[in-house]
């Protein structure tokens, strides 16, 4: 951290930010250029609001060096982290692919879904019992019926479940029957809900908030993590932008990002992003060709009469053509399908 | 609702859509044009989801006219309405001026504040209890000794108090001990707190989320008023742009948009928006020029050594100076401080 | 300027990018924390490329302390600039209103507008010859004969003009005819048109682009100021942003952000930031509680047949209406109208 | 085009409007749903400003159902366009790789790199000779000898050069002397640039605004080829948003929606995208996965002593090796490097 001080701050105001610098448990390297005198914080300061400093009207700006995160942090954990769920691995050479309806209907819908979509080389259903959603005239999800259904499409086809939850008061029931639990975009800066979760050991599915940046998102895993949850799979699901021709802006820089920020496994829901089934396919093979761990993919046999967001979902017979491509695109990759 | 058919829609596909509307309990107004053709549907579509229509490969695209909210909107609620708090009202004549603390500290602090704000004019007194932060090792608030901190100042001083809620557990104490709940902005689409709050009667302060649209956030509003609560105050505090020289961007269009959208009132919060002391003061007396039913400010009597946020608050002089310019500004309002 | 090593940066390459930075002219204070060497370059950094730093396999980043600009700078200017047009002058203690028509269009029209907005007070007349627009079949403006027309309006009124510029080959023309050339957002970065005003010596009205920064904006002040022609006045505008209810987002917070960076005055567009006639008043008036120079308002006696953009044109019964607000306002700031 | 009519629009403004739509040569379908009352427009609305309308008080709003570009929209035009550069072509079964440094520096530096990029299989080179920069006190470029430099590299690869052009004075020695012509984002909406372009015959490379929709984009291509100049090469280089990890952030959903409405040819830039060298290899490979027509590539023998961009540019190595890997992808997408 590097306190800039305003050019007509006295030196007594400068000593005053030294003893503060000090208190905070830092040490000091002080530099003074022509218009400006810098004042380096030397020593752990992660835990040190920079508002704390930047408060006092002697200083002019506080700059932060080191990314406040710790446990996501790839500096202080080089390798690649892989997230087991069960039998299957998640950041490993294999990628992951989620995929299933937006919403969980019926048992017929939902077992017809996950048989295809296995069949197809899926390796984790995901299938939404509680949806938010934009109005409350919409239709709300099954909730805890939705979950029994996922649970009977577990046990026939034996695919993990991927489900969002909405609220600390179904943690309970989602640590049961759950095998991945996914927070939301909207909620990924609901802290009491990551606090929550932090202190389960199910691995968690972290998607970037519609206005999150790169950083925000990791510090929202540090959330789970501090908690003693290490567990964290991260998902860029687009970002919001000017551009309104797609539902959101997919941010595909996002992946190399964190590749390069964090050790936690990344992937890709083509599905939110673009908010549109035909550009689900081109959009799932950049996310793998940028190099994403996995991708989530909204599935439905009849988008059409689909209870919600029909049109992002793709058919079985496209998802199955989609797999195909994507396996040889993975191999450029060095991973596999 | 209008469905722009796909250029080469053959009849018969036109014809499935027809039926579709006409299942949904609508008429329909057919208009051909040179390069489409035109579905308008007339009857009731605020419960019809437009993607059901969207996810037909025929359909080009679907065309909401009219809003998707009902109870917010001025269109069936053409007068301003006003929120009773106690002696107090929020979308009358006087402006509602809410000043605090960003946190509640100690009882010295909130008493000291609270005298301070209340000598000035402010109507109400804001202070945190639980506190959002993005980082797990930040502050997080005194949470219920700094809710009894509050009653406190509100029994010295008489000042109704305003404080953030962050979960459905705390609903109960929220509702006891709290005059105004507010809703953070990170917390604007936490559609499960909003539906709980619906079944209470107390108002409640509802922050737009840094990247929600003006329709958003008044759909969140009509989440809380689908349930029962028409208790509702709406706040603009800056949305996430390019800039990054102010924390987040005020809007302040935002302001006679919702006034012609909806008649709930609308307050601002300049110091969360600019996230900077020294711009309070002009973009509070802009947002009584651009008419805003009122503030929520910070203030704080040492920023320099404030638990959090000291950069973005004023001390009470300041505070008390900009009272004063802002009763001459409200007055070319026809307004009163 | 300051380069933040990485961590596994060896002794070899750190010394190597020190020759660099000290065959660039500046001497080193070198910093080492537990995870990052800084070196921070210690003279005039202004016209060294941070690019050449960052460009190195061994540099984690680059962080910039001093703003790139100099002539545009209030740390080296201190004192509010006023630029003097005729008998006028734009940055003094009267507010500078500039109104008139988006598009010059007939002689009665420039000649009946230009007397209704100078007897409620306007200062400046502005009138559009040239137009920058979105579709190549739209309206192009009256171009050279615009310019004739304008200045028969100022003949009459005494009204000085302000007009916007596409071209540098219509430099000579609007020299000998223009009181204040306006440069269009479009054209902000427009660099060769930047060139070529920097050598005449007219007051240019710079209009912050739809995604510029501020440090942008001053950065093609600057390029005007380092050809010679000091004489720069800014505009806010609207920045483009999500949110789509108006045409663009009115970013006031950068009025006191403009202030505190550079001495050049700056006003405020409220007709094209919102792009409807009805957000003209409210937003205009936050821009003078703001604290802006003065405010550029599209003003026609005929909306609902302007020629162009009359969406965003009020009446000149509401501009008179307008201004004796205004005035009030004003006061407030320490300004008259 | 549809005008949705107030709420309490009366007959009589109903009428007035209705009769301004058929002086527009339109006739109208009428259609009156519970709360607006829509006026369709069926015609040639494409020169219809929708402003004209929406400037009346009795009108809500006016929608728009076509696209306001004709040249440009695959509706008219369903076959792809191919744009033939000498014995090459744009837009064909061959992927279209232009590569080369950001700045012409030495005859030795663009020839060594031409030769590179050349084996490597790249089929046009990019190299800027005038250059736009942020701040004046950057290097503008070698300019015209720039120009002369690219051509000594053309005759010795057979290269066909691509270079950015600044200003209409300098069309005559463009038209001359480059073989596609270059329209950087800053210029898209130099409407003046445009025209001029739009009157040569000579291949147009137009890069998309930093803050241009989709459909901006689309109606600059309009105006060069409603000038008569059909050539027109669109180009992705990535948008503002308000994650800053990335210089922009590369939308590479506009490559699918571009491919959706227009028949013209799209490549990515991906360095200019992400300002990052070693995010170029991840985002070029996604380019050529979601479906673009080529790349334009920065490439630079010496990134660390490059007189611009350095950062952003990969060496002759790293951009062979890449090429490998982009051949692979592009057989998935039935396409060859």
Redesign the interface.
Known sequence: M?V?MK?KASLEEINKIKAKIISLGCEI?E??????S?L?L???T??I?A??L????SVEKV?I??E?YKKANR?FHPENSEIIVGDRSIGGKKLSIMAGPCSVETEEQIMTIAKDVQASGATFLRGGAFK????????QGLEKHGLELLKMAKKETGLPIVTEI????HIDDFVEDVDVIQVGA??M?????L?ALGKTNKPILLKR???S????LL?SA??IM??GNENVILCERG????????RN?????????IK?LSHLPVIVDPSH??GL???VE??A???????ADGLIVEVHND????W??????ITPERFNNLMK?LS??A??EDREI
Request: proline share 6%.
């Open positions: 590097i800039v050019p390297h530099s003074n250029g022509a218009n400006y810098l380096g030397v020593g752990d992660s835990r609001d508002h704390l930047q408060a006092n009207d700059i060096v080191q406040p500096l938010p959603r934009t109005s409350p005239y919409s239709f909405m609220s600390t008061s909207r909620n800066q609901n802290f009491d809900l606090k908030g519609l206005s940046t790169i950083e925000e510090m540090e959330y501090a908690g970002i919001r932008t000017f551009e309104k021709y797609t802006t997919l941010d595909l820089s996002a992946i190399p990002a390069k992003a673009a089934w035909w550009m081109p959009l093979k950049a996310a793998v060709a940028v190099g988008p059409a009469n689909a919600c967001d029909g049109n992002q979902s491509k040889v695109i191999e450029v």
